[in-house]
């Protein structure tokens, strides 16, 4: 006899306790990861403070941090990229989950993160709709952008995401600055 896995709904897990932690789901399953480092917080503060000063002088939209995006339904992914950028016409408030990707994706690596799960995870944004992915290595001063083509950026390179915020942009020499 085999014993099925319950599938957590996107519902059940904004209604779980605030445990100092931070969870996703994958297809129903609940990932659980450690709250993020200092250098990751500061990086990735710093990209949400720029891209959102960008975007709230042009009302483009809204930028946020932390929040939940479903991705999919039946069986329910959620995301919460570090960073995130929704068109204005696609702003809705709500207290939930947003339902839908953002247009623009932006994570953070921390030092446990492993590749492959990071470009999962850039496979189900893009494939969910959002336009840009950016991935930002901290420990090797390096980002990539996804659009579905990927670009490799070095310290020299910026940050940028044309198609979605034109004119936007952030060296990467500025981000990794102590």
Do not use: N
Request: proline letters at 7%; charged letters at 30%.
């Amino acid at each position: 006899m085999s014993v099925e896995a319950k599938l957590m709904t996107a519902d059940e897990l904004l209604a779980m306790p605030d445990d100092g932690m931070k969870h996703e789901l994958v297809e129903g399953a609940l990932l659980t990861m450690a709250p993020p480092g200092w250098d990751h917080g500061d990086i990735a503060a710093e990209i949400a403070m720029q891209m959102r000063a960008f975007v709230k002088a042009r009302r483009l939209g809204k930028v946020v941090v932390e929040t939940g995006f479903i991705l999919k339904r039946d069986p329910d992914t959620v995301r919460g990229p570090d960073v995130s950028f929704v068109q204005t016409d696609r702003v809705v408030r709500t207290r939930k989950y947003y339902q839908g990707s953002p247009d623009i994706a932006v994570e953070v690596m921390s030092p446990d993160d492993r590749y492959s799960e990071v470009r999962e995870k850039v496979r189900e944004y893009l494939q969910a709709g959002t336009s840009v992915v950016i991935v930002v290595d901290p420990a090797k001063q390096i980002a990539w952008s996804y659009t579905p083509e990927e670009r490799r950026l070095t310290i020299d390179d910026a940050l940028t995401a044309p198609g979605v915020l034109p004119g936007w942009e952030l060296p990467l020499r500025e981000l990794f600055a102590d």
